[in-house]
């Protein structure tokens, strides 16, 4: 079974491979195919970008696609970054611009308030045939104002979970899939793959 997945962020596709270790699949990624246009993420929900970036590259590659759309939503600013959590602090932002601008946004607040945050995903996988499937997943934890970690991508040194006292970036790999939204979207898709078998 070949699939491809449809991303270019570098922590999805190591955490998606991963996931997908274990089974008997080729996975491909974005990366495999440098000539693909792009797709411009003008969803107003996590579904309707992950569905159009799975669709997309399913029809460019005549395989399997996997999207994964997903983002922060910190409850004290109002569910913000959400769906635009990878260009927070401008079009051509990185992580530590992000988190810069999060902790900016943050310390504008009074220091008592609730630092509540949820990563949330939505997977999307299509198969050329014209099935489909979309799966939602959220993970809970609360945001600090000092970075800890250098594990994971985009907002895991900010995103702490209490039940673990740690953040998101001080977790293995392994342990993130165990517990972080991508990590439940992706076990509820595998238990899915059979029925996407020719
Ligand atoms: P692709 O569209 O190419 O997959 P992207 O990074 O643009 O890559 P999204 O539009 O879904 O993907 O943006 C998701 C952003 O949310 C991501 O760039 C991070 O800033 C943040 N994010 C999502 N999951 C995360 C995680 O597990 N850890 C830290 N940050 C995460």
């Known amino acids: 079974m070949e699939i491809v997945i449809a991303s270019n ?3 999805k596709i190591e955490e998606i491979k991963n996931y997908l270790s274990d089974k008997n699949i080729i996975v491909f990624s974005l990366e495999d195919y440098p000539d693909f246009p792009g797709i411009i993420e003008d969803g107003k929900t996590y579904f309707e970008n992950a569905f159009k970036k799975a669709h997309a590259v ?3 590659t005549g395989k399997i696609a996997i999207a994964d759309d997903s983002g922060l939503e910190i409850e004290a600013l109002n569910k913000a970054p959400g769906v635009y959590s990878s ?3 401008g079009p051509q932002a990185g992580a530590s611009d992000n988190i810069k601008k999060v902790l900016e946004e943050l310390k504008k607040l009074p220091q008592d308030i609730s630092k509540k945050a949820t990563f949330k995903c939505v997977i999307s996988i299509v198969h050329p ?3 489909s499937d979309v799966i939602k997943e959220s993970c809970e934890g609360e ?3 000092k970075p800890r970690g250098n594990n994971g ?7 702490f ?9 001080e977790l293995t790999l392994a342990k993130k899939n165990e517990i972080s939204h991508r990590g ?3 076990k509820r898709l595998k238990e899915l793959l059979p029925k996407y078998i020719k």
């Open 9 to 11: 962020n570098k922590g």
């Open 58 to 60: 399913c029809q460019y």
């Open 87 to 89: 260009r927070y602090a």
């Open 129 to 131: 045939n014209g099935n």
């Open 143 to 145: 945001m600090i104002l």
């Open 153 to 159: 991508f985009g907002y895991d040194p900010i995103f």
């Open 161 to 169: 979970i209490p039940l673990l006292n740690c953040t998101m970036a």
């Open 184 to 186: 439940k979207a992706m």
